[in-house]
């Protein structure tokens, strides 16, 4: 069965931190203070993240 992740264009993310906020599995966390990275263990697939997103670089990838 396949699973939804988050997947983050991380080249556009301004670490505004909206997506940490939304996210309800704590699976979002910010490198360096640089750019936001998803844990794709945690991640169930909400899409909380990708609403929050105000430059809206928040995808769903498919994972088997
Ligand atoms: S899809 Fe949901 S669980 Fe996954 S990173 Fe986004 S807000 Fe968190
Ligand atoms: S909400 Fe979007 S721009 Fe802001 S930290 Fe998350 S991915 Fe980056």
Redesign the pocket.
Known sequence: MKKRKAN?LQNY????????KACPKDA?S?TNGI??VVDKNKCIGCRL?EK????S??GMEEIS
């Not at 929050?52 to 430059?55: F, I, N, S």
């Open positions: 983050i993310c301004v670490a505004c931190g909206c997506c940490l979002i910010i750019y936001a993240c929050a997103c105000p430059a670089i928040i």
